[in-house]
């Protein structure tokens, strides 16, 4: 059994930066992928980026490329989102989830899932 704990969010201004954080503890194989997702209100969960445990590959959103950065580390059992350049449409509860299957950017194929953690862009 994984569980997974998000922190980091809040309310920032166009522009800026805010970096999560995702704690997870329990058994995480190599196989793995650690993704995060988000949604906003009305909307379906958004794939924004995925990192493969083992071997560290790195996936992003197209809406996301060159703004967001996703980075694990296995001794901590933690995976980081270092967001950039936010947008208003940023906004969005951010979730991070596992796949122990492999990489997937559909949310039904992740197994767990964390409460998810609120960002705000503000004008």
């Known amino acids: 059994q994984v569980q997974l704990v998000e922190s980091g969010g809040g309310l920032v201004q166009t522009g800026g930066s805010l970096r999560l954080s995702c704690a997870a503890t329990?058994?995480?194989?190599?196989?793995?992928?650690m993704g995060w997702f988000r949604q906003s209100l009305g909307e379906e969960r958004e794939f924004v980026a995925a990192?493969?445990?083992?071997?560290?590959?790195?996936y992003y959103g197209d809406a996301v490329k060159g703004r967001f950065t996703i980075s694990r580390s296995t001794s901590q059992n933690t995976v980081d989102l270092q967001m950039t350049s936010l947008k208003l449409e940023d906004t969005a509860r951010y979730y991070c989830?596992?796949?122990?299957?492999?990489?997937?950017?559909?949310?039904?194929?992740?197994?767990?899932w964390g409460q998810g953690t609120q960002v705000t862009v503000s004008s």
């Open positions: 329990g058994r995480i194989y190599s196989s793995s992928v």
């Open positions: 990192i493969r445990w083992g071997v560290g590959n790195k």
């Open positions: 989830a596992l796949d122990r299957n492999g990489l997937s950017t559909t949310a039904s194929s992740y197994d767990y």
